[in-house]
């Protein structure tokens, strides 16, 4: 039996032992704002609860899984207390993510990018159609990554790969990001079908078992995450304070290449 739901920007449809998850902004690439970060939160935790469902697939709507943050929160001019409350929502979500009982897959078809790219790597693979697009890069706008991305690069790439990846910033192709390690799969055959072809080998195996391995691991390094997801919050907010930050935005919205300064 198949059962679908949706709220503003999340599509979730449930078919027997496995649901999508669908990012649904097409028109923004599917940017993460609040409602949305909240929306799949709550469709994540819903999962999270369900007997039946053992796999899950994120997947965005149009041409991107994700460009990453809103530009509009991160323009608000909200005070203090209201960034904090947005990077609290992240958080919630990327623990909810990594953390849940259920095997996770991130289907990335055009741009997963900044939290956007945070977001695929909290799940437990990610498979990435060959013309996508794979960025870390909050460098260009002076800023660090958040959504955990420390802790996932690092614990992909090890720390000076990751540092040297997050520093640069660069824009990667799949086959590069495969190659790194950051990625796990670029199918050269039909990319829905391998994303089915990769759920039904999943479902095949003794999946309680996976979820248990799962579970462990998610149980032990949570609190490492939990570390990292706080001095992002606060990291991230001193680095709105800065003149370079300001800089890269005002050079993003002049299409333009930003001149920082070290301020």
């Known amino acids: 039996m198949t059962i679908e739901s949706s709220t503003e920007s999340v599509k979730l449809t449930v078919d027997g032992r496995f649901a999508v998850v669908e990012l649904n902004r097409p028109g923004s690439l599917n940017a993460l704002d609040v409602d949305m970060i909240k929306e799949l939160n709550w469709n994540l935790k819903e999962i999270s609860n369900s007997d039946e469902v053992n796999v899950v ?134 990319f829905a079908s391998a994303v089915e072809s990769k759920v039904q080998e999943w479902l095949g195996k003794p999946i309680q078992a996976m979820i248990k391995t799962k579970k462990i691991l998610a149980e032990k390094n949570r609190p490492d995450l939990l570390k990292i997801l706080e001095l992002e919050k606060y990291g991230q907010f001193k680095m709105r304070q800065t003149e370079d930050h300001q800089e890269g935005i005002k050079a993003f919205l002049e299409k333009r290449k930003p001149v920082f300064k070290g301020n």
């Not at 990335?108 to 990435?128: M, N, Q």
């Not at 990554?145 to 090890?158: I, K």
């Open 57 to 190: 697939v994120i997947k965005g709507a149009g041409r991107a899984f994700s460009a990453g943050g809103d530009i509009k929160t991160m323009l608000a001019n909200g005070n203090e207390s209201d960034f904090y409350n947005v990077m609290d929502c992240i958080n919630e979500l990327i623990i909810t993510l990594y953390c849940m009982p259920k095997l996770t897959i991130s289907a990335v078809t055009g741009a997963a990018a900044g939290l956007g790219l945070s977001l695929a790597l909290a799940t437990d693979y990610i498979i990435a159609e060959p013309s996508s697009k794979i960025a870390m890069n909050f460098i260009g706008i002076g800023l660090i990554p958040d959504g955990g991305g420390h802790f996932f690069m690092e614990s992909r790439l090890g720390e000076t790969k990751a540092k040297q990846l997050i520093w640069e910033g660069k824009t990667l192709s799949a086959g590069e990001a495969l190659k790194l390690g950051l990625i796990d799969e670029v199918p050269e055959a039909d």
